[in-house]
């Protein structure tokens, strides 16, 4: 029997456990999503956002950034209507500030990729044996301030840390998941 991380119990739990959560990420635009739908999820369990993503996907233009930035009330409007989202409008507009802020941050680092890994020196962190996971760490306390500093919204330490563990800046499977040597 294949052994897994204990959260991953549903079919589309599973399938996201096994083929993504924890996988070292280095794409901008699917970093921006991961980051747009961490902040969607506050409050919520994130297999309602799991759910939800392919009309997230739609919704958002393939969470293209630049086209993102420039979305105005009839847009947030159509957004608001749509009920294959989260229709929260703080989180709508989340999403446009957070484009803005991305490509600020891009400009900065040549690459939004270049700025997120540099919280862990370029290089995942590994769960340790009997290490309890926390939902917050000085790191992703560390991301969100500067996150919050450069303009962004719905980044605070625990959306924060689930990005960073979900983007593979972190690899917190359990030391006996069989995804825990895999993505390391």
Request: net charge positive.
């Amino acid at each position: 029997m294949i052994k897994r991380c204990d959260w991953a119990k549903t079919p589309l739990s599973i399938a996201y456990h096994d083929e993504e959560w924890g996988v070292p990420l280095h794409d901008d635009t699917r970093l921006f999503e991961f980051l747009i739908l961490e902040g969607a999820q506050a409050g919520l369990s994130w297999e309602t956002i799991l759910r939800k993503r392919d009309n997230y996907r739609k919704a958002f233009n393939r969470f293209n950034p630049a086209k993102i930035a420039k979305y105005d009330e009839d847009k947030v409007a159509a957004l608001l209507g749509d009920s294959g989202i989260i229709r929260n409008r703080l989180k709508i507009n989340s999403a446009i500030l957070n484009a803005k802020a991305f490509l600020e941050v891009k400009r900065e680092f040549g690459s939004f990729d270049a700025y997120v890994w540099q919280f862990v020196n370029g290089k995942p962190i590994k769960r340790k044996r009997n290490q309890v996971i926390t939902p917050t760490t000085a790191l992703s306390d560390a991301m969100s301030k500067d996150l919050a500093k450069r303009g962004f919204k719905f980044v605070g330490s625990t959306i924060c840390y689930s990005f960073m563990q979900a983007v593979g800046l972190v690899n917190d499977h359990t030391p006996s998941c069989f995804r825990y040597h895999q993505v390391s």
